[in-house]
Antibody, heavy 117, light 108 residues
């Protein structure tokens, strides 16, 4: 059973870059025809799709965030990562990683990232 | 981006009730729709995909229907563990995939 775990700083200063890593266990990130996604949720609000990556390195990003987002993959470590630059308080949210089958059956538990000085 | 609108945004019901949540897409999405359940502090849980296919392990009291722009999630007999927030998600068109704003189901 595949499991995902987010990791990274819980506090980021405004204008800096948010960096998170998702470690996949219970199977190879390269096996199967899956994308690997990042989704976020501000407190008390709905879900926002950030983007996704295939193990070939092919990416899709939310146009609303595209200028600030980079998603990368490290198949040797069974990990994929998110970088979001020039963060503001509006980027404060729980960030989830998930296995992307176009819908999401497998999620990490989520990690809260707060943007504050 | 395709806009997903759920109704109602919140409502209360009692255990044993039959409840229906509606999701409307701003344009046709065929049957490329999923439903999730989320409890406080937890990741969303996939309930249904392809508009009406029950995810493995999900109780049969959950069902989904619809195609095109209008979809419903029905819980046939509410149990105490079903009180949660429910989201729909379209995966017909990307980027981006989009979610509804959520429907919070509370105990009456």
């Amino acid at each position: 059973q595949v499991q995902l775990q987010e990791s990274g700083p819980g506090l980021v200063k405004p204008s800096q870059t948010l960096s998170l890593t998702c470690t996949v266990s219970g199977g190879s990130i390269s096996s199967g025809s899956y994308y690997w996604s990042w989704i976020r949720q501000p407190a008390g609000k709905g879900l926002e799709w950030i983007g996704r990556i295939y193990t070939s390195g092919s990416t899709n990003y939310n146009p609303s965030l595209k200028s600030r987002v980079t998603i990368s993959v490290d198949t040797s470590k069974n990990q994929f990562s998110l970088k979001l630059s020039s963060v503001t308080a509006a980027d404060t949210a729980v960030y989830y990683c998930a296995r992307d089958e176009n819908y999401y059956a497998h999620w990490g538990q989520g990690t809260l990232v707060t943007v504050s000085s | 981006a395709i806009r997903m609108t759920q109704s109602p945004s919140s409502f209360s019901a009692s255990t044993g009730d039959r409840v229906t949540i509606t999701c409307r897409a701003s344009q046709g999405i065929s049957s490329y729709l999923a439903w999730y359940q989320q409890k406080p502090g937890k990741a969303p849980k996939l309930l249904i995909y392809a508009a009406s296919t029950l995810q493995s392990g999900v109780p049969s009291r959950f069902s989904g229907s619809g195609s095109g722009t209008d979809f419903t999630l029905t819980i046939s007999c509410l149990q105490s563990e079903d009180f949660a927030t429910y989201y729909c998600q379209q995966y017909y068109s990307y980027p981006p995939y989009t979610f509804g704003q959520g429907t919070k189901l509370e105990i009456k």
